[in-house]
């Protein structure tokens, strides 16, 4: 049997060449990595610079990627396809123009917004949700015509559901877990989800703890369960991997995360003053190098190859064939 | 005979339709255009958005062009290729990064100054010339990694001697004319000539009329005169059109591009406080749609067949072919 192919839909890591040796030891054919949180469109073209850097001085482990041939080509050499994305569209800042700007820089994801009110929706930890503003329309027919991928991730339920139902193309929740598994508002409600799996979408689980049912302790089996009810609900056709490894961060970034620039007192985010660091990795997934027990799980729960096969690569890459190009192509 | 190619070496027209379609109307199949003079990084990219939108808008007149072929491309679908580039190194800032992040948005050619000193070299018009700076080297050694030309059209003397022999692969001087025809400081002298020529590099005649023996009032033959003794000086096959016409501009535009927001005491540039507007153009070079009498000039001054096939823009397509690669391919 050939190997299976590996696509993680969120990885935030402290890039480093151990990092990119971690991804080969780890088969993955492709990861979506998160480029900018908010940063301004100036701040993310020297990110995208220091991506430049990485695929020079790396060019042995990970290339860049512009189409979903690209995973197979990076699958074929034994390296890993980066798919840049953004975590929030702060980098755009007011200008419809930025979106097909950043398409041609190879950003081919982008969240509507993190965790706050964006110029585009609202993020789930606003206490009201307007849904999605005019601008937000406005760049949600620009990145469908461009093929940038509207991601929901961390947006609020009306928002999300408003995005699903104004895109003409399906859309992600590259990384979140149901409702179900973990009662946070950072996760989504089966009304989400059954929108999502009806309009062709993909939602990734997550494997940051605070989106798990126990936390760090959450164990393998509870992981794989949680899948397995997400099937029920979605089929499993629009399920796939976004373990939101956040590997060799500092603090300083967590906290970066949660406060950019708009917050004098701290945020804690899903955190709190009491936990205000990382949480503490799962026993089973303590870095990007172990992304192969999910696999090992899956098949332990019983799930089929071909049901493996699809979640473990296969949706996400069935997925961005069509998802990554232009429309007019 | 099939139709000669045409490429024109410069323009920063008030870009509308009627320009594009004027470019048809002169069969120009490709153009160099600037995409920016003082702007910062942000303020380029406004512009890339713009001309996304250009190319969105006027698909049947426009497209562009990231490698040679693309302007076959352009010509077999009977329009015109645009080749994004810059007057000036302002957009990269100072940051080396900025290079690659501009290639891959197209801009495949960057003038390492204006007029004025610049983090890389010095513009003609500065007192003093102290050749290349370090960063100019280094900027330099990745224009030549990524493929992005070095022009130096209005760099000063030493410091486009010193780009010449640090690039590895030939540069241009996109628009300017010998000194010998017009002995303005703007102009090139036989050394650079000579300079440029020995390394496999191209210049282009331009046509604004303060480069030009009789300015505004400039005959036809006395332009091909000047072409023909050039041919003597460098080898038909070093040179080509680059006309700086500036179609439709504004004498704000005019005002802007020489003073940038550098100053705040007028400067005039190559005109005079007498003389502070667009000169007149020239009685056969109206404005882009009389391009083609260019060439009925080249073939009544006798060139032949062949050469003038190389000055109207088989030149410039040869050159392209290779300068328009990344070093890697």
Redesign the interface.
Known sequence: MSERLRIDGLQYCRWSREIFEQMRAARLDAVHVTAAYWE???EL??N???W??HFEAHADLIMPVRSAADIDRARQSQRTGIILGLQNCSPIED?I??V??FK???VHIMQLSYNNQSLLCSGYLESEDAGLSRFGRSVIREMNRVGMIVDTSHTAERSTLDAIACSTRPTVISHANPQSASATERNKSERVMRALAESGGLMGFSCYPFHLPNGSKTTLPEFTDMVARAVDVMGVEHLAIGTDLCQDQPVEVLTWMRNGNWAKTLDYGEGSAEQPHWPEPLSWLGGVSEFGNIETGLEARGFSRTEVDALMGGNWRGYLEDALKPKSD
Do not use: N, Y
């Open positions: 301004s469109a100036r073209m020297a995208i610079g220091q430049h850097r200008s123009d930025l097909s700007v041609q820089l190879d």
